[in-house]
């Protein structure tokens, strides 16, 4: 299993989820077809399914478009008739294989928007497994709660998200990943593990390297959005409680 990391736009990301042994791959969130289908022939890849996470148009605007440059049609997954050309709505716990050997587990988590879905990819036998979190989990952030609330984004990142393996790689939507930890520092300040983080991840976007991936293990060290049933954090930000600091934090960041 191989992942290869496609900047589209200003700041997003789109992901080929390759299997090696069979050279099929699925693509997660193709906004820019023309660069999936270069990538796609250039290393004589088949595209077999795409991996919508949510119907925001810089995610699944690109899939209609895509469709229609290719030989055949192939299923478009994602969580609602919202989904642009989406032929398989998704629910939690549904499962898509790429390839031969990749298990792709669906992973409901509704805040972001209402049909938001992540993607967990895992080879057969092997535990070392990959989510692409489109716009709910960030690295050191998540996205806005346009369509839910604290209490669903609590459940989504830290019983969903969370409890995946802790050397899962994070795979997200965006680069925005030093701001996130920019805000980070003012509510968390003497999180050493975020202060040598925030040195890591600047020096990568100084080098014109992203910062994906990240893991399960760093977000909940690092990640003000996974850390928020922290008594310390909770009391910093004046929180009665984990979903609380949820809603808190969440509102800092968005005046940030």
Request: some cysteine; charged content about 20%; overall charge negative.
């Amino acid at each position: 299993m191989h992942v290869l990391t496609l900047p589209a736009l200003s700041d997003n990301y789109m992901y080929l989820l390759i299997d090696e042994k069979s050279m099929q791959c699925a693509v997660v969130d193709p906004v820019d077809p023309s660069s999936v289908l270069t990538e796609v022939n250039k290393r004589g890849l088949k595209l077999s399914s795409v991996l919508t996470t949510h119907h925001h148009w810089d995610h699944a605007g690109g899939n209609s478009k895509l469709i229609k440059a290719l030989q055949s049609p192939i299923p478009v997954y994602g969580g609602s008739g919202r989904v642009e050309a989406v032929t398989k709505q998704v629910e939690h716990g549904d499962t898509i294989t790429v390839g031969t050997g990749i298990k792709v587990t669906c992973l409901k988590t509704p805040c972001h928007t209402k049909d938001h879905i992540c993607y967990y990819a895992c080879e057969d036998g092997q535990s070392d497994g990959c989510v692409f979190t489109g716009d709910t989990l960030f690295l050191g952030g998540c996205g806005r709660f346009f369509e839910g609330n604290a209490e669903q984004m609590y459940h989504a990142l830290l019983e969903v998200i969370g409890k995946l393996p802790a050397s899962t790689k994070v795979y997200c939507g965006h680069e925005y990943t030093v701001k996130n930890l920019d805000f980070a520092k003012t509510v968390d300040p003497d999180n050493v593990a975020l202060l040598d983080r925030i040195n890591v991840c600047a020096k990568l976007r100084s080098d014109g390297q992203p910062t994906v991936p990240g893991t399960v293990a760093e977000e909940l060290a690092t990640n003000p959005f996974m850390r928020v049933t922290d008594e310390a954090l909770q009391a910093r930000v004046g929180a009665s409680g984990a979903i609380d600091a949820m809603a808190i934090i969440r509102r800092k960041k968005d005046a940030f």
